[in-house]
Nanobody, 125 residues
Framework: QEDVVESGGGSVQAGGSLRLSCVTSDHLWNCMGWFRQAPEKKEREGVAAFDPRDGTTYYADSVKGRFTISPGSDANTGYLQMTNLKPDDTGMYYC???????????????????WGRGTQVTVAD
């Protein structure tokens, strides 16, 4: 059983929406983050994260106002609602968990302990 599993990716036209889901198991966390990796880039970009204890959320400037990260109905689930998608949003999206996060570390890849295998998002122009 995998510790982190993403789902919900797909192909959409620019301006469309997708909701990504992340389900975790076998570990506790107080920070869930989403990263993405564009096809031509080696680095993963941290796009959003949240702390379920107080609902604090963090967003990269590139997605503010378009993406919403939220907890699920139980302690093991989270979502990334993506609206007004753009071709630049294309990439593999990864969910990750950490013991905690803040505005200064939520986008740091090495801050997170558990990672999923990713779900592909493709936005056509």
């Amino acid at each position: 059983q995998e510790d982190v599993v993403e789902s919900g990716g797909g192909s959409v036209q620019a301006g469309g929406s997708l909701r990504l889901s992340c389900v975790t198991s076998d570990h506790l966390w107080n920070c869930m983050g989403w990263f993405r990796q564009a096809p031509e880039k080696k680095e993963r970009e941290g796009v959003a994260a949240f702390d379920p204890r107080d609902g604090t959320t963090y967003y990269a400037d590139s997605v503010k106002g378009r993406f919403t990260i939220s907890p699920g109905s139980d302690a093991n689930t989270g979502y990334l609602q993506m609206t007004n998608l753009k071709p630049d949003d294309t990439g593999m999206y990864y969910c990750a968990t950490a013991h905690w996060c803040s505005s200064t570390n939520y986008a740091r890849r090495n801050w997170y302990n558990y990672w999923g295998r990713g779900t592909q998002v493709t936005v056509a122009d």
